[in-house]
């Protein structure tokens, strides 16, 4: 699989000029900044190649990202991969949001190469997202790929948008949920999910 950073790139405009970067020096304008002075020259073009970097996600597929990584096994235990870092932006403010989120399955013969679920995660991730959004996302998208027996996601995220702005409340978080089939159907299920990602048995 090719390297993330090669599907980062700053698409030129007709006149070679990178549209982007241009909105991103009126923007500074607009501030009341100076785009011309030393420390701000190249910051619209710093600017953006992050953005690029951060919605990334949307030139990102998900057979290409599995890759064929689909393994046969008798197994009919829960799968969880726990505490997987992302970050994204708020569609909303365009601000950051953080956090982990925690995937579960219950394989219904076959598994899926572990380092796969965090891929999935960045996939989502790096695009302009809602916190509900991206854990439904998730969810839905490891269900596609290994029609298991069920599925959990549960994302723990903090937002910038309530951190610096707003109600400016830096310590809340937020957590969101998505359950299909026996994480859904099953309290036991979904409760044996929750005491694992607490780190109880």
């Known amino acids: 699989m090719k390297s993330n950073k090669a599907l980062v790139r700053v698409?030129?405009?007709?006149?070679?000029?990178?549209?982007?970067?241009?909105h991103m020096r009126e923007v500074l304008a607009q501030l009341g900044e100076d785009p011309s002075r030393e420390g701000l020259m190249q910051t619209p073009e710093r600017a953006e190649k992050a953005l690029r970097f951060l919605t990334s996600g949307y030139s990102m597929n998900l057979d290409h990202i599995v890759n064929g990584a689909l393994f046969a096994h008798d197994c009919d235990e829960m799968v969880v991969v726990k505490d997987i870092e992302f970050f994204s932006l708020c569609e909303h403010h365009l601000l950051p949001f953080y956090g982990k989120i925690h995937v579960a399955y219950l394989p219904k013969k076959k598994v899926i190469g572990l380092s796969k679920i965090p891929r999935i995660v960045d996939m989502f991730a790096r695009r302009l997202q809602l916190q509900e959004r991206l854990t439904q996302q998730v969810a839905e998208a490891v269900q596609q790929v290994l029609d298991p027996r069920g599925v959990g996601v549960v994302c723990e995220a903090r937002h910038f948008c309530m951190m610096m702005r707003g109600?400016?409340?830096?310590?809340?978080?937020?957590?969101?949920?998505?359950?299909?089939?026996?994480?859904?159907?099953?309290?036991?299920?979904?409760?044996?999910?929750?005491?694992?990602?607490?780190?109880r048995s």
């Not at 698409?11 to 241009?22: E, Q, R, V, Y």
């Not at 310590?171 to 299920?189: C, E, N, P, Y």
């Open 167 to 199: 109600v400016e409340k830096q310590h809340s978080g937020t957590v969101t949920s998505a359950m299909l089939g026996g994480f859904r159907s099953r309290k036991a299920t979904r409760d044996e999910f929750l005491a694992l990602i607490r780190g």
């Open 11 to 22: 698409m030129p405009s007709k006149d070679g000029a990178s549209a982007i970067a241009d």
